[in-house]
């Protein structure tokens, strides 16, 4: 947030937030919400290593969460966050346990169209059965990690590299490039 105050092209004005952009020239509109999401997994809360994230609010942030997505009537919702909700990694279950009480359980009830994180250093998209949700990890431009097939797994990559995501009335476009500039996986979600 501090960064926002010395470069005009960052804008982090809190915690969390959200902001509404129009699609093309038309009227409808695409709802991004950002959430701080340490604070909402127990591991970060206890001990002196993250003792901000024990200073938050985990049900403020949450309620703000569910309202924000509850009174959106935008085309599309896209909620960003740095931990997954869903995904293969080697690091500790009870991170995604909690994201999953915690925030999955309101993106499927307030019907978000999408979720990207970063956090796990590859390339998943994720879409549970049953699941309105598309889970999206952003690889990192540095290193990378092993990767495998979770359920809903509908592809998977380590390569290092980057996202990119377009958003139009009826669509969002997004590939997985890598270090190479290779296009690795392309996806298109329709509404």
Not at 30 to 46: A, G, M, N, Q, S
Not at 79 to 85: A, K, R, S, T, Y
Not at 94 to 121: K, T
Not at 158 to 165: A, I, L, N, R
Request: glycine letters at 6%; charged letters at 20%; a negative charge.
């Amino acid at each position: 947030m501090d960064y926002s105050a010395g470069n005009k092209r960052w804008n982090a004005p809190s915690r969390y937030y959200s902001l509404t952009k129009k699609i093309g020239d038309g009227s409808s509109e695409c709802l991004f919400v950002f959430i701080d999401t340490t604070p909402l997994i127990d591991k970060y809360r206890e001990g002196d290593n993250y003792s901000d994230a024990g200073k938050q609010s985990i049900e403020r942030q949450l309620h703000w969460l569910d309202s924000t997505l509850l009174v959106s009537n935008d085309r599309w919702k896209i909620v960003i966050g740095h931990h997954p909700v869903y995904a293969y990694t080697e690091k500790e279950d009870s991170e995604r346990i909690d994201m999953q009480a915690r925030v999955g359980s309101i993106l499927e009830n307030r019907n978000a169209d999408l979720y990207i994180c970063g956090h796990i250093h590859n390339f998943q998209h994720i879409k549970p059965a049953g699941s309105k949700v598309h889970y999206v990890v952003n690889s990192s431009a540095s290193q990378s990690r092993a990767v495998q097939p979770i359920e809903g797994t509908v592809f998977c990559n380590p390569d290092p590299g980057y996202s990119v995501f377009t958003v139009s009335t009826d669509n969002i476009n997004f590939s997985f490039v890598n270090h190479t500039g290779a296009t690795v996986y392309e996806q298109t979600i329709r509404k």
